[in-house]
């Protein structure tokens, strides 16, 4: 499926911030698979297209609660069960890569811990048992403007593979 924006949008969004430029892409992927990633829409996009789909999933997860918070809304898997943190090491945001195979390493220990279903309560006391994700979702935030803008340049240089500037 060829995903289509226009060079005025991505110019307008692009003179507001990297984030903004990446933004338009991802509403537009969003829009493909109709706000949700299934095994029918998988299709409807591409590697670099996934990846970006991903790292939206990512930012929003551990910028509203932190790597555990990713994890308990079920995209533990989605993140570190592909090859997500080598697509965005490949893209240019090597410190983002770095983090997120350490989160990956945590996970890995104590994913059946980190991914059963508890109540709120209970989570509450997973976000404390889970400490040692602090640290990364420090991580996350000192690295994140510059990571996203490395990410921003890796698309407007290889935008072909993202969208098709009309």
């Known amino acids: 499926m060829t995903i289509s924006i226009s060079k005025q949008e991505i110019e307008k969004a692009g003179a507001k911030s990297a984030w903004a430029f ?5 509403n537009k992927y969003l829009d493909a698979i109709n706000g949700r990633l299934t095994a029918e829409n998988m299709g409807n996009l591409n590697a670099d297209q996934h990846t970006l789909l991903a790292f939206n999933t990512f930012r929003e997860e551990v910028r509203a609660g932190g790597f555990v918070q990713l994890i308990y809304n079920g995209y533990g898997g989605y993140i570190f069960g592909n090859p997500f943190a080598k697509a965005i090491r490949l893209m240019g945001a090597p410190e983002l890569s770095k983090l997120i195979y350490k ?3 945590l996970y890995d220990l104590r994913k059946e811990e980190l ?3 508890v109540d709120e309560e209970e989570l509450c006391e997973i976000y404390s048992e889970f400490e040692e994700f602090d640290e990364l979702d420090e991580e ?7 990571e996203i803008f490395k990410i921003a340049q890796y698309v407007d240089e290889h935008i072909e593979a993202f969208a098709e500037v009309v």
């Open 22 to 26: 990446l933004q338009v892409f991802i």
């Open 103 to 105: 989160a990956k390493d």
């Open 115 to 117: 991914e059963k279903e």
């Open 140 to 146: 996350y935030i000192r690295i994140e403007d510059d």
